[in-house]
């Protein structure tokens, strides 16, 4: 009996552990994003998962996702989640929380041409900030084919640029996931890798995270899952 007053003790404070930690993480993410960031979840576990993956429950589908992708590297693509859900993702405040897009695309030409963009990024207090970035020299395939940057073809290069996120690193989706970063050893990873490299690869992803034996039942590491490797 004391052994048994003791667990239920010790889940009940773990219970309230967890649900301060959702609480903080929401409250940094903003009520709208937090309710978007949900019905991504909701979704892709009900129309996804719960199909391609009858006969497992949740825990046992999200593992055997993750293991079909480190085998084939087939991602999801709008022929397998809804696109009422990638509309609204991409209409949402919590896709600019996430990734910085560009603001305008210019070319400065030369010897050896750049490619300028300059990116805009929405903060935690809802205001935009701006940042310049300079590549050259700049490539991009098309199909197997690989086209580079030169003072002819920059209509091409600008146009395939139009459509390129960049991790926001200021904005409240990174600032929410450090929030409760400390105690969960997989999101400081995830967090670290981020301020360090920006976009993470999606298969480095996959395998540290089977690697790291994770409770796919657990409210960030699902989070990091659809952000990564579903609405990316």
């Given amino acids: 009996m004391k052994f048994i007053k003791i ?3 010790l889940f009940l404070i773990i219970g309230c ?24 979840v909701e979704d892709f576990e009900n129309n996804f998962l719960k199909k391609t993956y ?14 079909d992708l480190k085998k084939t590297g087939d991602f999801p693509s709008l022929d397998d989640i809804s696109i009422e859900s990638y509309k609204k993702f991409d209409d949402s405040n919590l896709k600019l929380q996430i990734y910085g897009k560009p ?5 400065e030409k030369g010897k050896i041409p750049s490619l300028m963009i300059k ?32 003072n002819n073809n920059s209509d091409s290069i600008i ?3 139009k459509n390129r996120t960049k991790v926001n690193p200021d904005g409240s989706y990174i600032k929410a996931m450090k929030s409760i970063s400390e105690e969960n050893i997989f999101i400081k990873e ?5 301020d360090s490299f920006g ?3 999606p298969l480095i992803f996959v395998n540290r995270l089977l690697d790291m034996k994770p409770d796919f039942k657990d409210y960030f590491i699902k989070r990091t899952i659809i952000i990564e490797l579903v609405y990316y």
């Fill in 190 to 194: 995830y967090i670290n890798h981020r």
């Fill in 17 to 40: 552990s967890n649900q301060k930690k959702k609480a903080e993480f929401e409250n940094i993410l903003g009520y709208e994003e937090s309710n978007t960031l949900m019905y991504l």
């Fill in 103 to 107: 603001d305008s695309i210019w070319i």
């Fill in 54 to 67: 009858p006969n497992k429950n949740i825990n046992e589908a999200y593992y055997s996702f993750l293991t």
């Fill in 7 to 9: 667990f239920l003790i």
């Fill in 199 to 201: 976009d993470t690869n």
């Fill in 119 to 150: 990116w805009k990024f929405l903060t935690q207090n809802e205001k935009f900030e701006y940042q310049l970035s300079e590549s050259s020299p700049v490539s991009y395939y098309s199909g197997t084919r690989r086209i580079h940057l030169n």
């Fill in 159 to 161: 146009e395939f640029y």
